[in-house]
């Protein structure tokens, strides 16, 4: 499994656009990447998956460079309500019964 | 879609009892199911995974004659915290990966977690 390393924690205001980048160095071929965010004593939230390039949705971004060893997630103009512990996952999701492990994740404080 | 269930939210039990948690799939078919274990601060740790019909596998360190866990069918999976002690207060998650295309199978979704406190 390919382990990950993230900033233990990162400071923003509102509105302020908020990049999180994960790095992953041992990456495989055939390895997602996943984001997830995590509120205090609630499950994790899946919020975007990406293979390379850039993939986005309506509540992120996930830029993949072309050697996918590092990924960043982009979070635009976030709220209060975005404070959260941010977890960026590889794996290959896609083989039967393939697991994810968790680092310790990226705690986002979004100051008024 | 991709809503995972869990029950109870939080259960409070004597040092000794038995507990059992919950966990489904409510509006797709979960081939595979994990369980989850999380400390205050402290990221996940996987404690096992369960294929429907099969046994599940335990990660290192995880006793599996404490933690029992049945995955009977595909939308159900059951942790039963065996004989529980104070040590075994923890927030306990599931999660679930769905058949080919029902959602992804690249994706697992999580339930919202069991506080279980053990006096």
């Known amino acids: 499994l390919a382990k990950t390393t993230q900033p233990i924690s990162m400071d923003s205001y509102e509105g302020q656009e908020v990049n999180i980048t994960c790095s992953h160095n041992?990456?495989?071929?055939?390895?997602?990447i996943t984001w997830y965010q995590q509120f205090p004593s609630q499950g994790p939230r899946f919020i975007i998956q990406g293979y390379k390039t850039k993939v986005t949705n309506e509540v992120a971004s996930l830029f993949i460079p072309a050697d996918r060893k590092s990924s960043t997630l982009s979070l635009p103009r976030v709220s209060l309500s975005d404070t959260a512990v941010y977890y960026c996952?590889?794996?290959?999701?896609?083989?039967?019964?393939?697991?994810?492990?968790f680092g310790g994740g990226t705690r986002v404080l979004v100051k008024p | 879609g991709a809503v995972v269930s869990q029950h109870p939210s939080r259960v409070i039990c004597k040092s000794g009892t038995s507990v059992k948690i919950e966990c489904r799939s409510l509006d797709f078919q979960a081939t595979t199911m994990f369980w989850y274990r999380q400390f205050p601060k402290q990221s996940l740790m996987l404690m096992a995974t369960?294929?429907?019909?099969?046994?599940?596998?335990?990660e290192q360190g995880v006793e599996k004659d404490k933690f029992l866990i049945n995955h009977a069918s595909l939308t159900l999976s059951t942790l039963t915290v065996t004989s529980a002690h104070p040590e075994d207060s923890s927030f306990y998650i599931c999660?679930?990966?769905?058949?080919?295309?029902?959602?992804?199978?690249?994706?697992?979704?999580f339930g919202p977690g069991t506080r279980l406190t053990v006096l």
């Open positions: 996952l590889v794996g290959d999701e896609g083989a039967a019964g393939n697991k994810l492990t």
């Open positions: 041992n990456i495989a071929t055939n390895d997602y």
């Open positions: 999660s679930a990966r769905g058949l080919a295309g029902l959602p992804s199978t690249d994706t697992q979704y």
């Open positions: 369960s294929n429907e019909g099969s046994k599940a596998t335990y």
